[in-house]
């Protein structure tokens, strides 16, 4: 395999973000755009609340960048419903050329690797990448409705009630770059541990790593944060030692959006955050907002997906994953 | 928006098709790589059988193009199942970065497209499009198992145990060219009956095929053949309604895949074939080996995806879907 890393000219125009009651109410809870006191967006069940995220994600986004619809060539969008629901339903009305994708947690980061590829090559002037998940339509889905207070194991992550949106264009117009994509190539080392999907992610983020220094020639003090989506304090510890265990130690510069998302002393998220929206929302308003004032240099998102099912699980099977990197990078010389 | 027709400079090496007994025994029967005669693929459970021909189809594709995984530099894949599980588990060990779609039956055109636009662009050498479905594990899930004997409605689509995998790569080294691509836009028109998803995917056809001619300033007659995968024989008939209303005559060159996969006189499947796997095994046995001897000079492939899913149709809501567009041309000058 060529080591496939590929450099891109282009950069994220806008983002935006929607969160729920408990995100709001995390450390990062002033940067969102927009949130549900009752996590519901005015919809009658959660998957329609979820599909209500994206749309206001990205009509946000949208409106940050000062374009409507026809500004963008294409959406990629996705989340962890069965069948992308929350996506189709969500974007059903925006009448653009639609990519769903299914990339678990990664989509995020997934859909800015197909935005940033085609925009660079010049297929499509401007396009969009979306992602969300929802706490309440992923524990019914995944695990049991939240009425039943099913007892969560420790290394079980807190699935984030967000979504968030990017829009993607030239250098030029950008308010931050992407200077380059690394697909990630799907891994599996055993797990069969659906309540730590942590460790399930961790070597697939390792390996999207290793293969990124080498290909570079970068080290992890080269970047100013290194931040994987959502491997939670487990699966980032894990990281961090699989790393060291290759003579890379990226803990100087290592954080997890599922651990930046929710307060570790206030807030019982056990491992911390996961879902499609837990990067996606955290990029969007926390790191590229610092990003673009130059607070932030150099920043690796690695969006890490597990994509087992509940089936897959019940069938015995071990949990594959998938981590793809975007390297953004501020556009201010501070 | 900016009518999205894209050209491109890319073909289709190869491509193999895997399907279970009932395709076989179907009229393009001959016309298949693989098949297990009792649709399990030699596994335990019908989701790993599934996964299973998505390994066979990528394999098989590879061998025929005289490839190994170290020739694509990505794989685009997605199937029906919940989380995609039948691609994400097919083709993990395959070291290759890897690209997770959902389409519903669209995945193979919209993994076709990706793929086309992509080694177009420059940005990958050869790139694999991959999808699958099996009818066990979609009756499962979408309706119940088949060991209940469910009554079907007669315009019900029956599911395809088959799987379809195509190696793109430059036009030189290609079999069949890919002259352009057109990606659908998610088209919603108020059908919630969940046993004629023809009827949801018919407009959405309708709309991507009407903005292809006027982009291209061609007519149906300038094609030997426009095959929707898979509108069935009611959304097929709906589409050729619609697109008469609009003064577009396609009936003398169209056709639908899940028309194709089986006989109406011996195999009652009702409405035609569906599922990803349809359109994907047809269009890789069938239609692409007429494309490279050149008794078929241009085809318009159209894939059709309804994006509900069995929630959203309990919750009430209409079905989405999105139709996308592959322009096939043959090198032959027969």
């Given at each position: 395999?060529r080591n496939l890393w ?51 994600a990205l009509n946000t ?235 932030l240099k150099r920043v ?35």
């Open positions: 395999m590929l450099p891109t000219r282009c950069g994220i125009l806008s983002a935006a973000s929607v969160v729920g009651k408990t995100e709001k109410q995390g450390p990062l809870g002033a940067c969102f755009d927009l949130h549900s006191p009752d996590d519901r967006f005015g919809q009658k069940t959660w998957e329609k609340a979820e599909a209500e995220m994206q749309r206001l986004a949208l409106a940050k960048a000062e374009l409507d619809e026809r500004g963008i060539d294409a959406i990629f969008s996705g989340d962890l419903l069965n069948q992308c629901i929350g996506a189709a339903y969500g974007l059903k009305d925006f009448t653009v050329p639609y990519f769903g994708l299914y990339g678990a947690c990664s989509t995020a980061a997934e859909g800015l690797i197909l935005s940033s590829l085609l925009v660079t090559g010049g297929t499509l002037r401007r396009a969009a990448a979306v992602a969300s998940s929802h706490n309440c339509t992923a524990e019914r889905q995944y695990r049991s409705p939240i009425e039943y207070g099913a007892q969560r194991a420790p290394t079980a992550q807190w699935t984030a009630t967000a979504a968030g949106a990017f829009v993607v264009g030239s250098a030029e117009e950008a308010e931050v770059l992407v200077r380059g994509v690394m697909p990630g190539i799907v891994i599996e080392k055993g797990i069969k541990d659906s309540a730590n999907m942590g460790a399930a992610m961790a070597p697939a983020a390792a390996d999207t790593l290793l293969r990124f220094f080498a290909a570079t020639e970068t080290e992890p003090a080269d970047f100013d944060l290194i931040a994987t989506g959502d491997l939670g304090y487990e699966g980032g510890d894990i990281l961090c030692e699989l790393m060291q265990m290759e003579g890379v130690d990226i803990r100087p510069v290592y954080n997890d959006c599922g651990m930046m998302l929710y307060s570790r002393d206030t807030q019982d998220t056990h491992a911390g955050g996961s879902g499609c929206g837990c990067s996606a929302s955290v990029v969007a308003s926390y790191l590229l907002p610092k990003l673009a004032t130059g607070d690796l998102m690695l969006g890490t997906g597990a994509m087992m099912s509940p089936q897959s699980i019940q069938q015995g099977e071990c949990i594959p994953a998938v981590a793809h990197l975007v390297c953004l990078e501020s556009k201010e010389e501070k």
